[in-house]
């Protein structure tokens, strides 16, 4: 089966970074997604990470740790728009099945 | 492109009717997807496709039926609805070659409430 755990919810200020934690367990892991959701709308790809590092896109950057079941997810320069929930995805078996975290909702304050 | 369109957006069935929710992409995907989300929950798959005439059952299929007779279609239906499968319900597809992330896009959800 397939357990993957984030913070519910964490709030920041604006102009700040955060990170948002994901830490998984789950057989034939094929790679990680994080995606992001504003309220009331589709999950939109945000990272993704097969390899051990950092991968880094504008503001956005997420990191992975295989053999610690581990990932982040770094948010700098927060601007209120990114206020929304980050959701952390394992891609695993054979057909590109995701398998998605509860979602971590973030609120951006001034 | 329109991507992933899904219709409708909202619908509000009685117990015991049934329904299908269409799903449509124009980008030439050959995997497919059905999800659920219920409130402050992560998303769960109820059924995927990896081409046409080719389905499969995820992690919460009771209750559900699909069927992929084309490349661009990949309808859900529901039968005897029920109160638990209130949710929202997200299409998504993507082309699954051999490498590449193989990202998936979402379509915008169909907002299903049963009373």
């Known amino acids: 089966g397939q357990n993957i755990d984030q913070p519910t919810e964490m709030t920041a200020t604006e102009g700040a970074i955060v990170q948002i934690n994901c830490t998984y367990q789950?057989?034939?892991?094929?790679?990680l997604f994080w995606y992001q959701q504003h309220a009331g709308e589709a999950p939109t790809f945000l990272s993704y990470?097969?390899?051990?590092g950092l991968e880094e896109k504008g503001r956005f950057s997420s990191f992975l740790s295989r053999s610690k079941g581990y990932s982040y997810l770094l948010l700098k320069e927060l601007q209120m728009k990114d206020s929304a929930s980050y959701l952390c995805?394992?891609?695993?078996?054979?057909?590109?099945?995701?398998?998605f975290g509860t979602g971590t909702r973030l609120t951006v304050i001034p | 492109n329109a991507g992933v369109t899904q219709t409708p957006k909202f619908r509000i069935l009685k117990i015991g009717q049934s329904m299908t929710l269409q799903c449509t992409q124009d980008m030439n995907h050959n995997y497919m997807y059905w999800y659920r989300q219920d409130p402050g929950m992560g998303l769960k798959l109820i059924y995927y496709s990896v081409g046409a005439g080719i389905t499969d059952k995820g992690e919460v299929p009771n209750g559900y039926n699909v069927s992929r007779s084309t490349t661009e279609d990949f309808p859900l239906r529901l039968e005897l609805a029920a109160p638990s499968q209130t949710s929202v319900y997200f299409c998504?597809?993507?082309?699954?070659?051999?490498?590449?992330?193989?990202?998936?896009?979402f379509g915008p959800g169909t907002r299903l409430t049963v009373l």
């Open positions: 789950t057989s034939g892991f094929n790679g």
């Open positions: 998504a597809s993507t082309y699954s070659g051999t490498m590449g992330s193989d990202t998936q896009y």
């Open positions: 995805a394992v891609r695993s078996g054979g057909a590109n099945n995701l398998f």
């Open positions: 990470n097969v390899l051990d």
